[in-house]
């Protein structure tokens, strides 16, 4: 790699950084190709992105940004999981070490708060951002939907009333 590629791959982590909610920091201890590929696509399709980083060149990437702090994670062969999703990253990383012993969560941060292990696997158990979302739409809506039924309710009933008695003086 030569100068200019490491300094387009610096401007490139530190964009990520910026833009980013959460960092999960992994360390790999020998994932197969097919299984780190694996491990992209459950982290594309989930809003996130993982990435293996040299660390001197992640470590310069972090200067400036909010992730700063977590420059001690970067030791040994580690990749970077992100997402502008606080929950994204983690609810997949912790999803499939649990299932391959060979990816080990190290820690990570959310904005400025350094997170150890049992932080991410926390932060991982949280509901997803869009999850929070549909639930707050449904108690938003939920009240509305009954206002509407008790308005409508007493109308319903003069109109059963009613009903019932023209039948009963046509037949």
């Not at 996130?48 to 400036?64: E, G, H, R, W």
């Amino acid at each position: 790699m030569n100068r200019s590629e490491k300094t387009d791959a610096v401007a490139a982590l530190n964009a990520n950084f910026n833009e980013s909610a959460v960092v999960v920091v992994t360390r790999n201890l020998g994932l197969t190709v097919a299984q780190s590929t694996d491990l992209r696509l459950k982290m594309r399709d989930a809003g996130a992105s993982f990435k293996v980083a040299k660390n001197s060149l992640a470590k310069i990437a972090l200067k400036d940004t909010q992730y700063e702090s977590i420059s001690d994670l970067l030791t040994g062969p580690i990749a970077l999981a992100t997402s502008t999703d606080p929950v994204a990253a983690a609810k997949v990383a912790v999803e499939f070490a649990k299932t391959n012993d060979k990816l080990e969560i190290v820690g990570g941060a959310m904005g400025a708060t350094v997170l150890d292990v049992n932080g991410i696997k926390a932060l991982a158990s949280l509901p997803s951002l869009d999850a929070l979302r549909s639930k707050l739409i449904g108690l938003v809506q939920a009240p509305a939907t009954k206002i509407a039924q008790v308005v409508v309710a007493p109308a319903g009933k003069l109109a059963r009333v009613f009903g019932a008695y023209a039948t009963k003086e046509a037949a």
